[in-house]
């Protein structure tokens, strides 16, 4: 197969619509893959749409119709096909070949093969594809089709197989693109090839199984037809009968992969670092072709005894094989990793669970629910994919939720998680709407789920198929179901189309109809005893504190939202003078009375900020509090609770929003506080269950293997002396936790306010404040420091001499580019903690100790 790349640079100009004014009829250079939004800044035709109040300033970009045009020189390779293959096109397009119409499409989630051997000619060709403005065709396909189905947001996203967040959230920038966003090119070739592979695994004591599932495409048809890469194949006349094809299929260690055993398995056999000396498994099958004689398949089951298999990140090693599957002269290469994965929601005597139980053994989740990393998906790296799935794995976590009302990602996300352990629950793209069933829609979804889940099959670090993020309880719960008056809203992709494609392509993973979901028909989808919940009092109308007031089995979604690192949130707001309800910090707060929220949510818990530094700090603090709370009083609920997904990890834009990452790449203090509250050993302090008062210590085990210590407990005043201190065992086995009632003398503090709770043991420890900050007697000046600079940034040492808490550094006040690895640390008097700075040379050592960088609680008190 040989594949003539149509990628690289084009020419884009506006056809209709607001954009098509003299100056955007003028061509300009546009880059594919792209989208028209990163054309138009390269050249300097609009305004930076996150900078200020840009994004109103280029709201006609969505509802514009743009023409793309290339033209290529072609010398027809020695093949008898040739196809013009689209990875991915946004969204509703009409590609033209020399003028004639090939084909149009209406799907940003899936991509397309034409045959185009018929249109191409020698010398030079041209290549056009127009796109349909997305905002009024939306609206425009709502009207033709009943009008508007419910939704939330303020554009009918859910009328186009497209991006939903793309049309703006609650945390993103409405930038509806267009654009050839994945790669483009013409594949010629002859014979046989290979469609699809779906290499499924399953483990058999301690025998690796792979069931690989091939489809193969014979040329010789030059009929129009469409087909979705991955998807089963579209029938064309006129092919030749395959005949003495046979699928062969080689397995190997693969030479980079961790290959150690998992606990309590047998070694692999061979060396998975020497694939030249690895043992390999080879197997070969006819492929039997289809009845429309264009079409074939083939299933090759290999066994692998002392099979390497493939843990979790902190259960074991992440060994992975590379799979080559050979059908005539075409190859398909891929990986797959070998493990089991099953979902326990079965009714116990407390509700129904929803445990993932991997290789058979129960998993804790702690993991966080990923948005797409930016607002214009070609600007999402392998590079960046990276740092934001490291923020993951250094903030303790085991799984990342990729939400419905995103992508499908690249497989650059699923091949990372694979090699470093991180579970991935996938969400199906629908979130947040009813969905027209009828065939104008649903005619676009069955070929983009099928490509989806054939794609996405070779991954292990894929658990999770999810039909929906939060549809279900929003029909049951929302009012959609008067306004439906009998439309069809989605139910039966839910609870048909989508299980029935899982179950018919990949049968090795679970399946959930929503999230959330309470696996009964005659419980809300979002019942605290049973399945997955999403708890969003919190935020939005009550105090932190009341996650204590849920008992939840397992929560999909809960967070809290603050404001960005200064230098993200600055270099975009330039309000003068800066204040949290200025028209542009505003354009950059999405959510619905979002500033009130942060200001309620403090009250209580902080004094009122008095200036926009204080305001800043104390946002992002009060976040950070809020979730560490709620992470602490869920996992102090082991085994009965299983796990949590918070919301989010990540920003597609600089925005205050829930994210623990901003869009800049820097770790919030909210992200210390994860990172604290989700080590696979925690100890914490949660009320007695006695139901009495009082106070428990709590060992929480998330780790692989079984964990006993002595706990020490000692109430501590704010000048350090020790009131009180007692000693206790605790142990846990793995998935379980271990408690103590403490003493009154340990559990009641003679004055809240001036002392705290200190709990070591198990290697780690945990400081429990009696009171909230504005109760709290801190001192305003309770630090010394020592700055030494170092050949990448400094070090900047930190001494308490009186109780310190939440001590923390924020470098990108000096320099945006500079990064901490520590924060929110609480100190008592003569402890110490050293920040390391990675930044620039030449960082001024005095800026980095300025009290608005270097801050703590105690700094917002007056």
Not at 19 to 30: K, N, V, W
Not at 226 to 251: C, F, K, Y
Not at 565 to 576: G, I, K, Q
Request: charged share 20%.
């Amino acid at each position: 197969m040989e594949r003539t790349t149509l990628d690289g640079t084009w020419s884009l100009e506006a056809v209709t619509g607001p954009g098509q004014s003299a100056e955007h009829r003028e061509p300009i250079t546009a880059q594919v893959p792209g989208c028209v939004h990163t054309d138009l800044l390269r050249a300097g035709r609009i305004p930076d749409p996150f900078d200020g109040d840009g994004e109103a300033a280029t709201q006609w970009i969505g509802d514009t119709v743009w023409r793309y045009r290339r033209t290529f020189d072609w010398t027809a390779p020695d093949e008898s096909r040739h196809d013009l293959v689209a990875e991915g096109l946004d969204t509703l397009a009409a590609i033209e070949l020399n003028g004639i119409v090939v084909a149009t499409t209406a799907n940003q989630h899936r991509s397309y093969r034409f045959p185009v051997g018929h249109l191409l000619r020698p010398g030079a060709n041209e290549l056009v594809i127009t796109f349909d403005a997305p905002v009024p065709a939306a609206e425009r396909l709502s009207a033709l089709h009943g009008g508007e189905l419910p939704h939330v947001n303020h554009h009918p996203y859910n009328a186009l197989r497209k991006n939903a967040s793309n049309f703006g959230w609650d945390w993103g920038v409405d930038v509806a693109t267009s654009g050839i966003w994945k790669s483009i090119g013409i594949e010629s070739w002859s014979g046989a090839r290979i469609a699809a592979v779906r290499p499924l695994v399953d483990v058999d004591g301690t025998t690796g199984v792979l069931t690989a599932h091939i489809d193969v495409e014979y040329a010789g048809s030059t009929g129009s037809f469409s087909q979705a890469i991955g998807s089963a194949p579209v029938a064309s006349a006129g092919g030749p009968v395959g005949t003495g094809l046979e699928a062969r299929i080689t397995l190997a260690p693969h030479p980079a992969s961790a290959a150690r055993p998992g606990p309590d398995t047998a070694p692999p056999v061979g060396r998975p670092d020497d694939a030249d000396t690895a043992d390999r498994v080879v197997g070969t099958r006819p492929v039997v072709t289809g009845p429309d004689v264009t079409t074939g398949s083939a299933v090759v089951r290999l066994e692998v005894p002392d099979v390497a298999v493939w843990w979790p990140r902190g259960e074991g090693d992440q060994p992975l094989y590379d799979v080559r599957v050979e059908v005539g002269d075409d190859v398909w290469n891929g990986r797959v990793g070998f493990r089991t994965v099953t979902l326990d929601t079965a009714a116990d005597a407390g509700g129904a669970p929803f445990l993932l139980r991997v290789n058979g053994r129960p998993v804790m989740v702690r993991g966080a629910n990923w948005i797409p990393d930016h607002a214009y998906l070609t600007e999402m790296t392998r590079e960046r994919y990276a740092d934001r799935i490291q923020d993951a794995v250094d903030a303790n976590m085991n799984l990342l939720r990729i939400w419905g009302g995103g992508i499908y990602e690249s497989d650059d996300l699923y091949d990372r998680c694979d090699e470093l352990g991180i579970l991935v629950w996938q969400d199906f793209l629908f979130a947040c709407a009813a969905y027209a069933e009828e065939p104008w829609l649903a005619d676009e979804v069955e070929p983009e789920v099928r490509e989806a889940v054939t794609r996405l099959s070779p991954h292990p670090s894929l658990v999770v198929w999810n039909g929906n993020n939060e549809n279900l309880v929003a029909y049951a719960e929302w009012g959609w179901r008067p306004s439906l008056v009998g439309r069809t809203w989605g139910n039966g992709y839910y609870r048909s189309l989508l299980p029935s494609i899982v179950a018919e392509l990949d049968p090795t993973r679970p399946y959930t109809p929503g999230s959330p979901f309470s696996f009964d028909e005659y419980l809300t989808p979002n019942d605290q005893r049973n399945g997955s919940v999403h708890i969003w009092d919190v935020w939005n109308r009550l105090d932190y504190r009341a996650y204590a007031d849920w008992e939840p089995r397992f929560v999909a979604e809960f967070g809290f939202q603050g404001p960005p690192a200064w230098s993200t949130l600055t270099a975009v707001v330039h309000d003068e003078p800066l204040d949290p309800d200025g028209h542009e910090m505003l354009v950059h707060q999405k959510a619905d009375q979002g500033n009130r929220k942060l200001a309620d949510g403090m009250r209580g818990h902080l004094p009122s900020p008095t200036s926009i530094e204080d305001w800043h700090f104390a946002a992002q603090l009060n976040q950070a509090h809020a979730i560490r709370f709620g992470m602490e009083w869920f996992r102090s609920r082991t085994p009965d609770n299983t796990g949590m997904v918070v919301w989010q990890l990540n920003d597609d834009w600089p925005v205050v929003s829930w994210a623990l990452v901003d869009h800049a790449g820097i770790r919030k203090p909210v992200w210390y506080a994860v990172r604290q509250a989700y080590q696979p050993v925690l100890l914490t302090v949660q009320p007695s269950t006695g139901g009495q008062g009082g106070l428990d210590v709590v060992l929480v085990n998330a780790s692989g293997a079984s964990v006993a210590d002595e706990v020490t407990v000692s109430r501590v005043a704010f000048d350090g002396t020790v009131l009180e201190s007692s000693s206790f065992a605790l142990a846990a086995a793995p998935a379980d936790a271990d408690r103590v009632q403490l003493p009154t003398s340990l559990a009641a503090p003679g004055s809240p306010g001036s002392e705290v709770l200190v709990v070591t043991g198990a290697g780690t420890r945990t400081v429990h404040d009696f009171a909230e900050v504005v109760d709290q007697a801190l001192e305003p000046s309770p630090l010394r420091t020592d700055v030494t600079p170092t050949a990448d940034g400094a070090t900047v040492t930190v001494t308490a001499t009186a109780y310190a808490r939440d001590v923390s550094l924020f470098p990108d006040r000096v320099d945006a580019a500079a990064r901490v690895d520590e924060g929110l640390v609480s100190l008592l008097p003569g402890e110490t903690v050293t920040f390391t700075v990675t930044s620039a040379p030449g960082i001024a050592p005095d800026a980095l100790v300025h009290p608005l960088v270097l801050r703590h609680g105690g700094s917002l008190l007056p």
